[in-house]
């Protein structure tokens, strides 16, 4: 089976040779050549963002706010990507706590406990709840308010 030519190019490049791999003749001017793809994934560091969260006073609530944080959970050092990667290779792909956190160290040079990643998991858990609580409901209402089953059979 052959692949498709890609779509986009990102970088080309030429080889060519001088002389002769076998026996080191010099060589002339190219006579053929062909294209072949290559797709990879380029190297990813992680990236350290420092956060300056400013206070305002406010004089209705007789307090000081703070804008929130949206690339991070509350009080969480893990953003939002890397905490959803790492729980989507947990528990969705099987990946165990251990071996994620060598990925993380083998790849990308990022060290995080196991103790931490769990607890990071469970953070991001009782942020989804509310949602998922609310889905459920949802489906609950949709399942009384019709008389099909899930199956397309009628319950009547």
């Not at 001017?29 to 560091?45: E, G, L, Q």
């Not at 406010?58 to 890397?82: D, F, H, I, M, R």
């Not at 991001?124 to 609580?133: E, K, N, V």
Request: glycine share 6%.
């Amino acid at each position: 089976m052959v692949r498709k030519r890609p779509e986009k190019v990102d970088h080309y490049k030429n080889h060519t040779l001088e002389s002769c791999p076998q026996c080191q003749t010099r060589l002339r001017k190219s006579i053929k050549s062909y294209k072949r793809y290559t797709v990879d994934i380029p190297p990813v560091a992680p990236e350290v963002t420092e956060h300056t969260i400013h206070g305002y006073w406010c004089p209705n609530c007789k307090k000081t706010v703070y804008p929130k944080v949206t690339e991070a959970l509350p009080n969480s050092t893990l953003g939002l990507s890397l905490l959803i990667m790492t729980a989507w290779l947990h528990y969705w792909v099987g990946m165990s706590v251990r071996n994620i956190v060598k990925l993380l160290a083998t790849f990308w040079d990022f060290d995080v406990s196991p103790g931490g990643l769990t607890q990071a998991w469970i953070n991001l858990a009782g942020t989804l709840r509310p949602i998922y609580d609310d889905i459920g409901k949802k489906i609950k209402i949709l399942q009384c308010s019709t008389p099909m089953r899930p199956d397309g059979e009628s319950t009547e």
